[in-house]
């Protein structure tokens, strides 16, 4: 179990499962994955979820670092894990929780539509790929506020 004293514990685990869910959508090759290639190539972003922050860089190649973020730098993603297991178990949206400020996008009007898409696609997605379904059991279960 992670917990908030352990944060580069934190990263470590956050990053295991940012690059599985990158990998699990490149191996499927669907329009999950085309999307997010429009979306993501040659851009960067520093996310944070409750005290964990990472910067993703994403190259035109779509090749994907994940590494600690500059703590000068501002976040461009802001949530906290009781939000976003909601999400993925259905329990909340992305547009209900993005509207009542428990998650922040730092994002063009245009990209917050192309973000909001992905997210349906993948969420979709999670109920025909067992792959999804177990990584969000372990982050539900191994993420603590």
Do not use: C, Y
Not at 96 to 117: E, M, N, P, T, Y
């Amino acid at each position: 179990m992670i917990t908030a004293d352990s944060s580069s514990t934190k990263e470590t685990f956050l990053s295991s499962l940012l690059i599985e869910l990158i990998e699990i959508l490149r191996d499927r090759q669907g329009e999950t994955w085309a999307a997010i290639a429009i979306v993501a190539a040659g851009k960067s972003a520093t996310i944070a979820i409750d005290d964990t922050r990472l910067f993703l860089q994403v190259d035109h190649d779509l090749a994907v670092t994940v590494s600690g973020a500059n703590p000068d730098t501002s976040n461009d993603f802001e949530s906290n894990g009781i939000t976003l297991k909601n999400i993925m178990f259905g329990r909340s949206s992305l547009d209900k929780s993005v509207a009542s400020g428990k998650i922040f996008i730092h994002a063009s009007f245009g990209d917050l539509l192309k973000i909001r898409a992905i997210v349906a696609s993948v969420l979709a997605d999670s109920a025909n790929e067992p792959r999804l379904a177990s990584l969000w059991q372990r982050f539900a279960q191994e993420w603590q506020s």
